[in-house]
């Protein structure tokens, strides 16, 4: 593995897993107690525990302790950079899209009247 990787790369290796991207949809909607992340999801609160170590160091999810109660948040820096990264792609996408649209209509054959 590397020693060191972008934080785009990170961003994207931990949303690859369904259930980080489950926890982080539910921080979308606001704070939450990791007891409260691990109560739909068919897990330890450890194994939780585990995918909000990889969602932290990935720089998506922020997280305080306040006596015994450990809260969550989404950190939006990270995900504005992974939607960036993403736009940037599909508008070049586009443009290619776009271009190649542009050459078919100029070189459509004409079609031939119906007898």
Same mark, same amino acid.
């Given at each position: 593995?590397?020693?060191?990787?972008?934080?785009?790369?990170?961003?994207?290796?931990?949303?690859?897993?369904?259930?980080?991207?489950?926890?982080?949809?539910? @921080?979308?909607?606001?704070?939450?107690?990791?007891?409260?992340?691990?109560?739909?999801?068919?897990?330890?609160?450890?194994?939780?525990?585990?995918?909000?170590?990889? @969602?932290?160091?990935?720089? @998506?999810?922020?997280?305080?302790?306040?006596?015994?109660?450990r809260t969550c948040r989404v950190?939006p820096r990270t995900l504005s950079a992974a939607?960036?990264?993403?736009?940037?792609?599909?508008?070049?996408?586009?443009?290619?899209?776009?271009?190649?649209?542009?050459? @078919?209509?100029?070189?459509?054959?004409?079609?031939?009247?119906?007898?």
């Amino acid at each position: 593995m590397l020693q060191y990787q972008e934080p785009l790369d990170l961003a994207f290796q931990a949303l690859s897993d369904p259930t980080r991207r489950r926890m982080v949809e539910r @921080l979308s909607a606001g704070p939450a107690t990791v007891s409260q992340l691990a109560e739909p999801l068919p897990m330890s609160v450890s194994a939780v525990m585990q995918h909000l170590k990889i @969602l932290e160091g990935a720089g @998506l999810v922020v997280s305080e302790k306040v006596g015994r109660v450990r809260t969550c948040r989404v950190d939006p820096r990270t995900l504005s950079a992974a939607e960036r990264w993403i736009n940037d792609r599909r508008r070049s996408v586009e443009r290619s899209l776009d271009r190649l649209g542009a050459f @078919l209509d100029e070189t459509k054959p004409d079609e031939e009247p119906r007898s």
